[in-house]
């Protein structure tokens, strides 16, 4: 059985990258650099896998998670991340969000909120394929997808300055 | 799926506006992807492919010695007592290297004797049984003359001693003088040798044996 063709690879690469990077934040501070293991990961296989979508965010997940481990482990790395307070997402003036206030909002959501909200909204992953990637039901993993949007609705759409200035990214 | 249509209409255009805002990417290196995934199958290319059970040999080796020294200290724990010896004594007819004439001290019992005893085959079981037979008589008068070389504590008479009359504890019988009749002698009960000894009359040896060989200044 052959590995991923460069087709897909390609396909992979253009259109998740940005998705599983933020999906790897969720995690850890160097989620470029688990993203790009992962994708060498994947071209090394020797077989492709049936859903490489979902191979991808279970690798990044898995990966991540180690990285974060191993990040808190080294305190000097932690504090400067945390220092650092990189922004999840792209400012722009066309977007009807504020992307800072939806980065700040998301940051504050419970981990498994946040992670279901993003393979959802920005991965495309459906329930079922979030529901098996976090070891869920698929009511589970709905669940705590309303709670989430509902949250970051309702943060987004009434913020106050105190709130912004307890943001941490 | 339907859970997903069940969503309100306006939470649904929310999603939207929040999909819509891209997630930031700054440092991938699409370029410096392509080097390391050529450099990794560089390095699979020269390394030695791994064999499929190539790191079970020494657990599977380790999982049967542990599984086989488990078993045999359950076996060691649940086996059984040790096996008792059934040995069956029967009275000698005639020690052939017995002299004629001389007095039978204590008739043998007529019926035989079936002794269950544990078999202890320790070195010290060993030595003491040698003793016991080397060791002179307390009394004189019970058995044979100890002049009698069968008695002699060398070893290949005492071999040839063993040979003859086999292990028991029990000095060989001299045998009754021709022309007299053996009269079997029963063991007696508790009771009666507890008459005779109140009556003064001391039992002979074999009945005191019988008793589980009680001896003492009673006797």
């Given at each position: ?10 396909r ?5 990258t940005?998705?599983l ?26 077989a ?20 974060g ?34 980065a ?10 946040r ?32 709670q ?22 | ?51 499929r ?23 060691l ?10 040995r ?9 290297g ?46 044979p ?59 002979s ?15």
């Amino acid at each position: 059985m052959a590995g991923v063709s460069p087709e897909t690879l390609t396909r992979l690469l253009d259109r998740h990258t940005a998705a599983l990077v933020l999906y790897a934040r969720q995690w850890c501070s160097t989620p470029e650099d688990v993203v790009q293991d992962v994708f060498v990961l994947l071209m090394g296989e020797a077989a492709a896998p049936e859903n490489p979508l979902g191979w991808l965010y279970r690798a990044v997940r898995n990966k991540a998670i180690n990285a974060g481990r191993s990040g808190r482990r080294r305190s000097h790395h932690e504090a400067r991340a945390a220092h650092r307070g990189e922004p999840w997402l792209v400012v722009s003036d066309a977007d009807r969000l504020d992307a800072a206030a939806a980065a700040c909002a998301l940051a504050e959501l419970p981990i498994e909120q946040r992670e279901v909200i993003v393979a959802r909204l920005w991965g495309g992953l459906s329930l079922a394929e979030i529901a098996a990637l976090t070891g869920s039901s698929i009511s589970t993993a709905h669940r705590w997808y309303q709670q989430g949007i509902a949250a970051l609705r309702e943060r987004l759409e009434g913020t106050c300055p105190e709130k912004k200035s307890n943001c941490r990214s | 799926m339907s859970r997903e249509k069940e969503q309100l209409p306006e939470l649904t255009a929310f999603e939207a506006a929040l999909a819509a805002l891209a997630p930031r990417v700054e440092r991938f290196d699409r370029e410096q992807l392509i080097f390391r995934a050529g450099r990794a199958s560089a390095l699979r290319g020269t390394t030695r492919p791994r064999r499929r059970w190539a790191g079970w040999g020494w657990p599977a080796a380790f999982a049967a010695m542990t599984a086989v020294a488990a078993s045999l200290l359950v076996m060691l724990c649940a086996r059984p007592a040790p096996n008792a010896a059934v040995r069956l004594e029967q009275p000698e007819a005639a020690a052939p290297g017995m002299a004629e004439g001389k007095v039978a001290a204590e008739p043998s019992p007529a019926s035989a004797v079936a002794v269950q005893t544990p078999v202890d085959h320790s070195l010290g079981a060993v030595a003491a049984w040698l003793s016991q037979w080397s060791a002179p008589e307390p009394s004189a008068g019970r058995g044979p003359e100890r002049t009698d070389p069968a008695y002699s504590s060398s070893y290949p008479q005492l071999r040839g001693r063993f040979l003859r009359d086999g292990e028991g504890p029990y000095p060989p019988e001299a045998v009754v003088p021709a022309g007299t009749t053996a009269v079997a002698q029963q063991p007696l009960p508790y009771h009666e040798l507890l008459d005779r000894l109140l009556q003064n009359q001391t039992p002979s040896r074999s009945q005191r044996d019988a008793l589980g060989g009680i001896d003492g200044p009673l006797f």
